[in-house]
Nanobody, 124 residues
Framework: QVQLVESGGGQVQAGDSLRLSCSASGLTFSSKAMGWFRQAPGKEREFVAAISSSGGTTYYADSVKGRVTISRDNAKNTVYLQMNSLKPEDTAVYYC?????????????????WGQGTQVTVSS
């Protein structure tokens, strides 16, 4: 049974930083590409970042490029999302997800397992 547990969310001020973590179990983590998505109140869930199984390739949404870094530690079965220069519009529930073997990187339907999410609130 695949389990993904996100942590690290919280309430911060604009300009602050946060590092989100997603701990995975029940899968061969080192063989799976991973992604982060977010869902703001009243909006659809959107892609934030993704990383290949080895960590050698990363993808970012234009809205976070330059402020966010995705990384992973395969020895710890954990993927991270370092977020800097946070803005109020970054306020959302952040989810990590396991990418399917085949498919694209940016759409929800390319991901097959999801965590419960962690809330990030950025105040101005």
């Amino acid at each position: 049974q695949v389990q993904l547990v996100e942590s690290g969310g919280g309430q911060v001020q604009a300009g602050d930083s946060l590092r989100l973590s997603c701990s995975a179990s029940g899968l061969t983590f080192s063989s799976k590409a991973m992604g982060w998505f977010r869902q703001a109140p009243g909006k659809e869930r959107e892609f934030v970042a993704a990383i290949s199984s080895s960590g050698g390739t990363t993808y970012y949404a234009d809205s976070v490029k330059g402020r966010v870094t995705i990384s992973r530690d395969n020895a710890k079965n954990t993927v991270y999302l370092q977020m800097n220069s946070l803005k109020p519009e970054d306020t959302a529930v952040y989810y990590c997800a396991v990418r399917r073997v085949l498919g694209g990187w940016y759409a929800e339907n390319y991901y097959e397992y999801w965590g419960q999410g962690t809330q990030v609130t950025v105040s101005s």
